[in-house]
């Protein structure tokens, strides 16, 4: 599955953006978005199931961001509310082949696909 993300940009802090990934084929597995700052590793953002939707998110986002698919159009969005410095970096998409239990959905090597990074820069 190919994966192209989209949406980032600059934005002052307390601004919003949203960020879009559209898969080239219908994905029935996890979707979720990660993030990686410079000299950082990638680190866990937000996740959804394909069936029940179910979501996920780091503490760090939980409040701010939210996450939301449409399988129609193969796609999975993340709204960023209320953004921080702190949030600057490039967020990627990646989907999973498969089911993913709970504890699970954090971690990079549970997904197979990965898009390109979208930048986002939060200024101060």
């Known amino acids: 599955v190919q994966l192209q993300a989209s949406g980032g940009g600059l934005v002052q802090a307390g601004g919003s953006l949203k960020l879009s990934c559209a898969a080239s084929?219908?994905?029935?597995?996890?979707m979720g978005w990660f993030r990686q700052a410079p000299g950082k590793e990638r680190e866990f953002v937000a996740a959804?199931?394909?069936?029940?939707?179910?979501?996920y998110y780091d503490n760090s986002v939980k409040g701010r961001f939210t996450i939301s698919r449409d399988n129609a159009k193969n796609t999975v969005y993340l709204r960023m509310n209320n953004l921080k410095p702190e949030d600057t970096a490039d967020y990627y998409c990646?989907?999973?082949?498969?089911?993913?239990?709970?504890?699970?959905?954090?971690?990079?090597?549970?997904?197979?696909?990965w898009g390109q990074g979208t930048l986002v820069t939060v200024s101060s």
């Open positions: 959804i199931r394909f069936g029940d939707r179910k979501v």
């Open positions: 990646a989907a999973s082949t498969g089911g993913v239990i709970s504890s699970s959905v954090a971690f990079v090597r549970t997904y197979s696909d």
């Open positions: 084929e219908r994905t029935f597995g996890t």
